[in-house]
Nanobody, 125 residues
Framework: QLQLVESGGGLVQPGGSLRLSCAAS????????IGWFRQAPGKEREGVSY????????NYADSVKGRFTISRDNAKKMVYLQMNSLKAEDTAVYYC??????????????????WGQGTQVTVSS
């Protein structure tokens, strides 16, 4: 069964850090680029970060550049999102998604093949 499962969300104070994980099963992760997206209550889903199939290329939303880092370990079938210097506006449900094609810098509006169920991140004092 093809699956993406996110974990690592939780409650953190402003300025704190979290590392989200995305575990893939049922398909060959090496063939897919992976994106992290988030959706806050009452807002549209937005792209956060994107990594190519072997990690050579990455993209970030302007709002997270310098604070978030995406990485992957294909041998472990895992993709990570390290989030530092968290702000209240980072509060959202975070999703990982897989795309068979590498969209490059135009990734945010593109179609992704598989999605996880999401993990809640809340940044609050």
């Amino acid at each position: 069964q093809l699956q993406l499962v996110e974990s690592g969300g939780g409650l953190v104070q402003p300025g704190g850090s979290l590392r989200l994980s995305c575990a893939a099963s049922g398909f060959t992760l090496d063939y897919y680029a992976i994106g992290w997206f988030r959706q806050a209550p009452g807002k549209e889903r937005e792209g956060v970060s994107y990594i190519s199939s072997h990690g050579a290329s990455t993209n970030y939303a302007d709002s997270v550049k310098g604070r978030f880092t995406i990485s992957r370990d294909n041998a472990k079938k895992m993709v990570y999102l390290q989030m530092n210097s968290l702000k209240a506006e980072d509060t959202a449900v975070y999703y990982c998604a897989a795309s068979k094609f590498w969209y490059g810098s135009a990734w945010k509006g593109r179609s992704f093949d598989y999605w996880g169920q999401g993990t809640q991140v809340t940044v609050s004092s």
